[in-house]
């Protein structure tokens, strides 16, 4: 059963739009991870959290908001999409030395 | 910060050819490594964890070299086969805090 799963897995969002990309774990994991892939540049770190109720910016934050409500659910919130945007998002979960990754979403912005 | 250079971005090899992949890293304190495969349209995969004491790890059909002194990881696919066609990243951590990704390879094996 899958331990870091995401929703939705394919968004249309038009430019300037509100789009918020959604990740539950069961793992357990105090850690908490949103990455971006784009070719040529492999995966990049755009939010994380070391627990509920905290965020924090990763490498490529600008554009991007993160929401930790709960050990569980960790959220990405682009308020205002541009077209830079499009890409595809992983979610990740881990602790200390391990991280395991959902199935992504693909999203694009118009 | 970290930094972390993966070589080549693309490799094609015959079925039973080796594939040899390298990461370099600046950060001497980075103590995990990690190898990761991606199939075409699907999530990552965790190959092999390695950590900073062990220089030689050998999986299933692969081997991982760590060399620190030269800030080195290599990930090497022997007598490779179609079905380790995809993506392959390198990642480095220094514990807790997110992973340092190489900007991958991509695999092809022909028959």
């Known amino acids: 059963e899958a331990a870091v799963t995401q929703s939705p897995r394919n968004k249309v969002a038009v430019t300037g739009g509100k789009v918020t990309l959604s990740c539950n774990q069961t793992?357990?994991?105090?850690?908490m991870y949103w990455y971006r892939q784009d070719t040529g540049h492999g995966l990049r770190l755009i939010h994380y959290?070391?627990?509920?109720?905290?965020?924090e910016k990763g490498d490529i934050p600008d554009g991007y908001k993160a929401s930790r409500p709960s050990q569980e659910n960790f959220s990405l919130i682009l308020e205002l999409a541009t077209p830079s945007q499009t890409s595809v998002y992983f979610c990740a979960s881990g602790d200390a030395d391990e991280q395991y990754f959902g199935p992504g979403t693909r999203l694009t912005v118009l | 910060g970290e930094q972390v250079e993966q070589r080549p971005p693309h490799l094609s090899v015959r079925e039973g050819d080796s594939a040899f992949i390298t990461c370099t890293y600046t950060d001497p304190n980075s103590y995990y490594f990690f190898w990761y495969k991606q199939e075409p349209g699907a999530s990552l995969q965790l190959l092999m964890k390695v950590f900073s004491s062990t220089e030689i790890n050998e999986g299933q059909g692969f081997t991982v070299l760590l060399n620190k002194k030269d800030k080195r990881l290599s990930l090497n696919l022997t007598a490779a086969h179609p079905g380790d066609s995809a993506a392959y990243f390198c990642a480095v951590g220094q514990g807790g805090r997110a992973l340092i990704f190489g900007t991958g390879t991509t695999v092809s094996v022909s028959p």
């Open positions: 793992n357990n994991h105090n850690n």
């Open positions: 959290s070391y627990g509920a109720g905290s965020t």
